[in-house]
């Protein structure tokens, strides 16, 4: 996988990716990272990359010229190749009125080959670029960024850990919150299918976890995860994905599919005492 990313402040990434599981993929060449500085594609003495809009308002909005240059220096497919599929590469434009970003979005970047970033800056980009250049625009909240660049590392780091080879055990990215694969089954040397407690998170909030020791400072790890019975643990996992679902983000219960089991445990909740 290929990252490259259009900006007007390539030393931002110096410290964001260079850690942790983004690092790790790139010495282990599962991703390329390339960082592209706008300001060396433009043609004045003071490097101008912004101006005012035309019909007036507040801020500056990066001019169209040194980003198409950008771009067509980086010989992407087609817009029309891009959008149809036909390309197995994406040039995503990072704005506060994009698309919100997601774990399934994530999962679909996660099949293409490269994916190009272009970093917002000020009050946007010249309408333009984005009608004529970007195939998508991509906003990682409801909320606004002083520019894109935290957004790309974001979108870096969500898609390089579901790459194969990425996280040390593969597992880990279908237990995730919001993860929508499901769970693999796993089997004994013998055949038989092997006993297991964890549950994919099936795009909801993942279910608790806890470590040792068993009872820290008065405040004990509850007693169904240490009793080694596997369809109890399970069980109590979902409900308590479940239950944390319906607290924080109740939203995710209306687009996920739940299954006759999970409804029942939401009714339990749902019925509980606060």
Known sequence: MRFEIVTIFPDFFRGPLDYGIVRRAL???????KIHDLRTFTHDRHRTVDDRP????????LKPEPIFECVESLSLASLEDRASGRASETLIGLSAQGRMF???MAQELSKLRRIVLLCGRYEGVDER???HLVDREVSVGDFVLSGGELGAAIIIDTVTRLLP??????????????STAAAEPVFEPDGKLAPDSTIASGGLLDYPHYTRPADFRGMP???VLLNGNHDEIRRWRR???LQKTLKNRPDLLERVRLSKE???LLEELKAAPK
């Open 102 to 104: 997601s774990q399934p």
């Open 129 to 131: 670029v984005t009608e």
């Open 221 to 223: 790890v509850p007693e």
């Open 165 to 178: 080879g990425a996280l040390g055990n593969a597992a880990s990215a279908w237990t995730e919150s919001f």
């Open 262 to 264: 999970d409804q029942e």
């Open 27 to 33: 010495d282990a060449e599962i991703i390329d990272i």
């Open 239 to 241: 409900r308590r994905a």
């Open 54 to 61: 035309f019909g007036g308002g507040e801020g500056m909005v």
